[in-house]
């Protein structure tokens, strides 16, 4: 941070937290409520860079994956959701695991490394149907990681089938999952739930998901859905849950806060959130989930623009590539469906970061910048830590 920064934040009366922050210490709940009703919205993308730029330097990461999604078919009926359908209704479908495998062999010359995988929650379809999935992936494509199914998803298989969830994730992570994506929740507090989501798990539920998988070696990440019925505090107390948990598990790769989109959903009358409450939200996630390595901008809920410029609000990562996305698109979402891995650089190169393809597990991928050590007994170091460490040297 500059002499400039330092006092421009300063002078903004965020001095307590930028000593905190400059001090590697751990924000309250209330300085949370500061950083989200504070009129200066740059002075707080500015804390929020300064802590980005200490863990990461300019690395922005991006991953070349694909989402399917296998069902809209779903029993919750939550109130923000455009995606999901009665099993009566046209449009309803369940991709079988050769639809699967037919999806993936359309785009078979892309050197994807992720599938992304989310659905609804269908009741009708058998465990075996998942494990199937699982394997189809894996046969297709055995380099690829298998990023699948919402805690949401694992509760609903544990119940329909009798199970624990520590044995659904066990049997998966068999089949060959590889992660889990961290969807599903929403606001994790008793009033969101109430008003919004009741038919599915609450944040007990959805955080003991999360907890059993990141003890069984599964990592996940977490959302955060914002821009609806709850308050800027529920917002603060689904932060601090997560931070309590990571403390436990470090299970957390990222943190991916979602502006709710409310077009063809039961909440259409709500506007959506601004572009600036998208940065605020990236900046008050990197500051608060201090022991979260990662904060995404994901670019199709953001508009690739507003998350290009969120790498200046705290986040590091921009997630895929994608080929076809389906939840957001049909609550309005006005991004493209793809975006080329030429796009993704220059959207990153644009806003001044340097751009590193990553695997879900966020190991870096391929030839990143890095200067050769003299000494031949050296263990090199990581590229993206040469980078960091190059960036965060004294005087540069
Ligand atoms: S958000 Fe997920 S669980 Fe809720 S209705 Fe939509 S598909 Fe179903």
Known sequence: MTPFQRRYVAAAGLGDILDKVLAGGRLSAGDGMTLYRHPDLLAVGVLANEVRERQHGSVTYYIVNQHINHTNICVAGCKFCAFYRTDKQKDAYVLSPLDVERRMLEHAEQPIREIHMVGGV???????YYLDIIRTMKRVRPEVHVKAFTMVEIAAMAENFDMTPEDVLRQLKDAGLGSIP???????????HQVLFKGKIDHRGWMEIAKTAH???????ATMMYGHVETLEERIDHMLLLREAQDETGGFMA????AFHPENTRL??????SASDELRNLAVGRLMLDNFPHIKAYWIMMTPRVAQAGLHFGADDLDGTVVTEEIYHRAGSTSPQMISVRQMIALIEEAGRVPVERDTLYNPIGSVPRRPSTDPRA????PVDTIVARENAPGV
């Not at 269908?122 to 075996?128: A, E, I, T």
């Not at 943190?255 to 979602?258: N, Q």
């Open 268 to 273: 259409s009358h709500l506007n959506k959130p």
């Open 255 to 258: 943190f991916i806060p979602l």
């Open 182 to 192: 961290g969807g599903g929740a929403e606001i994790l507090t008793d009033h969101a």
């Open 379 to 382: 263990v090199p170091p990581s």
């Open 122 to 128: 269908n009741p009708d379809l058998p465990f075996s």
């Open 215 to 221: 003890r069984l070696g599964l990592k996940s990440n």
